[in-house]
């Protein structure tokens, strides 16, 4: 591409308007780094139809992309506004402004975390430069550009896919966009009080999108404190995952693989202060984060949790938080549980034990894990008869028995186990 931009120069905004549209039917098809999330299973729980192997994105073909549109914006800081402004259309359809939905743009898989935060990284360079106008269009983009980086931390990750070598420079790519929102302050303080309104708006925004600036510009003098929120909240989540990534890039601490100390000072200095502030931030902008805790976090998260249990039914790792016990249980409303979102059937097993029983002290809880076991109940057999012990209320015998009934197979295997695990005396062995 850049050999044809040389060598017909008279074709150049041609040429890059036709690679732009690629990349936009790249988004449309949902490709490499747009491409849908799968459901990875777990290992220590998975079912008769998982397939037990990473299945990362195709991401290599957009790293040519990325590579590219890199050049293109360090180029257009010196060139023509027209090409910037198609620059800026492309930018804006490549980011999204959707949280914890399965219809979010970019993958959210850790074989994609480099590219995903190296386009980050090159949207907020560009966007903390002098070369975009004060206006609606970069007041959005930047928006965007956070809700993209706090997307990615709304889901548990696994170990990384990576070669060796793309996984440091992925690690690198993590470090350089944490040390860019780190100097955000000083830009975000510049920010004049007023938003431009007169300024072109970009094509690549929808209604929603200009309906939600205009709302924001008319409120954004009573907003300058909320850029700051967004460093302060992005900070810890970011440090945790670099620290994470660099315990599979050199497990055994190697001297020849470390990274320099000029690259890492930024982030090693950085230290979690005021911690309920910025655990009530991640609640109110991005619910599924504060749901991730680090063990400084749980006792906030735990009450904002049992207070607000709507805004996180929809998680299923938040479901554990809410039946911890703790000195406030009163004011636990857990007629919530029975909306709450699939678990897996490991964990709606745990609820079957009497520690946890007691401690809930209600039946909507065995409820809720009778039905997350129909798909996979055959692999937990031996715990579920287990649980018949603690069974006071009889929904797990009233389980058996109708899953008895659909299937011979199951009914011979339940049978079976509960011969071979009743408890007849206990002075005597289980054979006499």
Known sequence: WCWAIVARPELELLIVEEIYKVWEKIISDRHGLYSVDTHEPSPLAPSEKDQLKPCPPMVRPHRIFLKFIE?????????????????????????????????????????????????????????????????????????????????????????????HNELRDDIRTLIKFFSLV??????????????????????????????????????YATMRGAPAGWINTFAGPTAYEIERLETFHNPLGRTELQFEPEILSTYTNWKLYDIVGFTTKAWHDYARLACVPKEPL??????????????VRHIPEA?????????NDKSCETAHILTWAQISPIAALSYFASARLNQVANSYTIQYA???LYEALILYIPQLVQAVRYDEMGFVRR?????????????????????????KNEDTPDGK
Request: with cysteine.
């Open 319 to 327: 479901l554990h938080i809410f039946t911890l016990t703790s000195d």
């Open 370 to 372: 009778s039905r997350m």
């Open 298 to 311: 749980r006792q906030e998260i735990m009450r904002l949790v049992k207070t607000y249990p709507v805004q």
């Open 71 to 163: 050049e293109r914006i360090y180029l257009c800081m010196h060139k023509a506004d027209l090409e910037m402004e198609m620059l800026v259309d492309l930018l804006h359809k490549s980011l999204s402004l959707l949280l914890e939905n399965r219809k979010a743009q970019m993958t959210k898989h850790v074989g994609a975390v480099g590219l995903r935060f190296q386009f980050l990284y090159l949207a907020l360079y560009l966007v903390q430069s002098n070369y975009l106008p004060n206006g609606i269009s970069k007041y959005l983009l930047r928006e965007k550009i956070y809700h993209t980086a706090f997307d990615y931390f709304t889901v548990r990750h696994h170990c990384p896919t990576q070669n």
């Open 182 to 219: 780190h100097g955000e302050k000083k830009f975000c303080n510049e920010m004049p009080l007023t938003v431009e309104l007169g300024n072109s708006i970009p094509n690549g925004l929808n209604n929603n999108d200009v309906n939600g600036a205009m709302e924001n510009a008319s409120v």
């Open 399 to 423: 389980l058996i028995l109708a899953l008895s009934k659909k299937s011979n197979l199951l009914a011979h295997q339940l049978i079976w186990n509960i011969r071979t695990n009743t408890f």
